[in-house]
C-alpha cells in the first residue's frame, strides 16, 4: 500500500507483546501456526506455505546481506522458503534462501543451511555418553 512504516510500527507492537518478530515482508500462507512462540523470529524475504507449524525459538534468518556499490544492503531473497505442511521444532535456526520440501519434519534444536527435499526428517544423531575415569581424555 505504500506505507512502510505502518506495518513496522504494528510489528514492533506485536513483538513488544509476544516475543514474535515477523518482518512485515515475509509472505505468510494459510492456516500458519505458531505455538508457545517466544523468540520466533521470520526473515522480511522468507516465503512460508499453508499449513506450515513453527514452535518457541524459531529462525528463519538470513546468513547475511549482499551490498551494492555503496556499501547498501540489496533487497535479494535471503531467507529460507519452507514449503507446505512443514512442522519445525524448538530452537531450530533455518538460514539462508533455501528450500524446505513440503511435509517436512525439522526437529529440535537443528541448524539448517541447506535445502531439503520433501517428505525429509531431519533430526539430531543419536547422543553419545562417554565417561573418564583417573583423567583420561581431558
Not at 12 to 33: N, V
Request: neutral net charge; glycine residues 14%.
Amino acid at each position: 500500500m505504500g506505507i512502510p512504516v505502518l506495518p513496522r510500527i504494528i510489528t514492533e507492537l506485536a513483538h513488544s507483546s509476544t516475543g514474535i518478530d515477523i518482518h512485515p515482508g515475509a509472505k505468510i500462507g494459510e492456516y500458519f501456526s505458531i505455538d508457545h512462540g517466544t523468540g520466533v523470529v521470520i526473515g522480511e524475504t522468507c516465503v512460508i506455505g499453508d499449513h506450515v507449524r513453527l514452535y518457541q525459538g524459531v529462525t528463519l534468518g538470513a546468513k547475511g546481506f549482499k551490498l551494492d556499490d555503496n556499501g547498501m544492503p540489496l533487497n535479494v531473497p535471503r531467507h529460507p522458503i519452507l514449503e507446505d505442511y512443514v512442522i519445525v521444532y524448538s530452537n531450530s535456526t533455518i538460514l539462508g534462501r533455501i528450500t524446505i520440501g513440503h511435509h517436512t519434519i525439522i526437529g529440535g534444536n537443528i541448524w539448517q543451511v541447506n535445502s531439503v527435499p520433501p517428505y525429509s526428517r531431519i533430526i539430531q544423531k543419536k547422543a553419545v555418553t562417554s565417561a573418564f575415569s583417573d583423567g583420561l581424555g581431558i
